[in-house]
Nanobody
């Protein structure tokens, strides 16, 4: 079983930046998608970004396109989410998901992932 641990959340002012990290206990054997999702209180879990272990294919939700960047370090089994120009509506618990689908288009759906971290809180407020 893959273990997933997120870190890097915190409180920032609007326009600020954070970098989230996701450490995975084992690299998926088929180099499937890794994803970031977020969930605000009372809301559904929302897709944020996805990256493949191999090929660097990325996929972003329109709400974060141009502001967030997902990246990876395969040697460290780590995925990052660089979040710039944060907005209050970005406030949520951010979850890292492992062992997603083969294609980026399908990676937007939470049910496509087999393993999840505990989440890290991101709060954007003045």
């Amino acid at each position: 079983q893959v273990k997933v641990v997120e870190s890097g959340g915190g409180l920032v002012q609007p326009g600020g930046s954070l970098r989230l990290s996701c450490v995975v206990s084992a690299r998926p054997t088929n180099d499937y998608a890794m994803g970031w999702f977020r969930q605000a209180p009372g809301a559904d879990r929302e897709f944020v970004a996805t990256i493949m272990w191999k090929g660097d294919t990325t996929y972003y939700a329109p709400s974060v396109q141009g502001r967030f960047t997902i990246s990876r370090d395969n040697a460290k089994n780590t995925v990052y989410l660089q979040m710039n120009n944060l907005k209050p509506e970005d406030t949520a618990v951010y979850y890292c998901a492992a062992d997603g689908p083969r294609t980026a288009a399908r990676s937007q759906y939470p049910y496509e992932y087999d393993y999840w971290g505990q989440g890290t809180q991101v709060t954007v407020s003045s």
